[in-house]
């Protein structure tokens, strides 16, 4: 079948990746602020391509309906659908396991499988949808948990901290515990492990208030004797 060309569905087609880029560069800005994996211009390539791809597979689905001789249906929304599936392996690469057993990434795979969505419905034409649909993500991932921090439960307002401790004496590990918790930080995980030389790793996942600094966590945890030597990350 001999291609066509149609100006008016031209631009209609660079509206919509003009728009695409738009939404794409919304969320590649906010994940770009954060300093996280998937920034500006993986997102944009994301949500353009994808909504590139779904342009191409509505319209070549009423290209190319058949012939005379014979009578092909295509599904319209054939390439999107694998958007969907295909963009779970952008999504697990960003996926990160740390050292203490935390997950990390989840957050960002998430948005990467939004941009391509978005792609896909600015691609299909759903232009308010897709607006809104950036909207409601934007909300969701930067003013609802900040709202929630402040006016929502306990365990919302709290932030996790991994303390290291090098104790020399084992007796002291007890002592230790009750010091720390003395200074109203709630222990949530604890790991030991015997050392060379007489001593003994701590390993603490703990929750302080969130309006808490880490260095005063650390302040605190190192004025304690019995403690030899601290390690402190903020998760």
């Given at each position: 079948?001999?291609?066509i060309?149609?100006p008016?569905?031209?631009?209609?087609?660079?509206?919509?990746?003009?728009?695409?880029a738009?939404?794409?560069?919304?969320?590649?800005?906010e994940?770009?602020?954060?300093?996280?994996?998937?920034?500006?211009?993986?997102?944009?390539?994301?949500?353009?391509?994808?909504?590139?791809l779904?342009?191409?597979?509505?319209?070549?689905?009423?290209?190319?309906?058949?012939?005379?001789?014979?009578?092909?249906?295509?599904?319209?929304?054939?390439?999107?659908?694998?958007?969907?599936?295909?963009?779970?392996?952008?999504?697990?690469?960003?996926?990160?396991?740390?050292?203490?057993?935390?997950?990390?990434?989840?957050?960002?795979?998430?948005?990467?499988?939004?941009?391509?969505?978005?792609?896909?419905?600015?691609?299909?034409?759903?232009?308010i949808?897709?607006?809104?649909?950036?909207?409601?993500?934007?909300?969701?991932?930067e003013?609802?948990?900040?709202?929630?921090?402040?006016?929502?439960?306990?365990?919302?307002r709290?932030?996790?901290?991994?303390?290291?401790?090098?104790?020399?004496?084992?007796?002291?590990?007890?002592?230790?515990m009750?010091?720390?918790?003395?200074?109203?930080?709630?222990?949530?995980?604890?790991?030991?492990?015997?050392?060379?030389?007489?001593?003994?790793?701590?390993?603490?996942?703990?929750t302080v208030?969130?309006?808490?600094k880490?260095?005063?966590?650390?302040?605190?945890?190192?004025?304690?004797?019995?403690?030899?030597?601290?390690e402190?990350?903020?998760?």
């Amino acid at each position: 079948m001999e291609w066509i060309f149609d100006p008016e569905l031209e631009i209609q087609i660079l509206i919509k990746l003009g728009i695409s880029a738009v939404l794409g560069l919304i969320i590649g800005i906010e994940r770009e602020m954060k300093r996280k994996p998937v920034g500006l211009k993986t997102t944009l390539v994301i949500s353009i391509i994808s909504c590139l791809l779904t342009v191409v597979s509505i319209e070549s689905a009423y290209m190319f309906p058949g012939s005379d001789d014979l009578n092909v249906t295509m599904d319209p929304l054939r390439l999107a659908a694998q958007i969907v599936s295909g963009i779970g392996f952008l999504g697990a690469g960003v996926i990160l396991r740390r050292d203490n057993n935390s997950i990390s990434g989840l957050t960002t795979a998430a948005i990467i499988w939004g941009a391509a969505g978005i792609g896909i419905g600015v691609g299909a034409g759903f232009y308010i949808e897709s607006i809104a649909g950036v909207i409601l993500l934007i909300i969701s991932v930067e003013i609802i948990p900040a709202t929630l921090k402040v006016i929502g439960p306990k365990q919302l307002r709290e932030k996790e901290i991994m303390l290291k401790l090098i104790i020399h004496e084992k007796e002291d590990i007890a002592k230790v515990m009750e010091m720390i918790q003395e200074n109203k930080i709630s222990v949530k995980n604890i790991r030991i492990k015997d050392l060379d030389e007489n001593r003994h790793s701590v390993q603490l996942r703990i929750t302080v208030d969130q309006k808490l600094k880490t260095t005063d966590v650390y302040y605190t945890v190192s004025n304690i004797e019995e403690i030899a030597k601290v390690e402190i990350e903020n998760l």
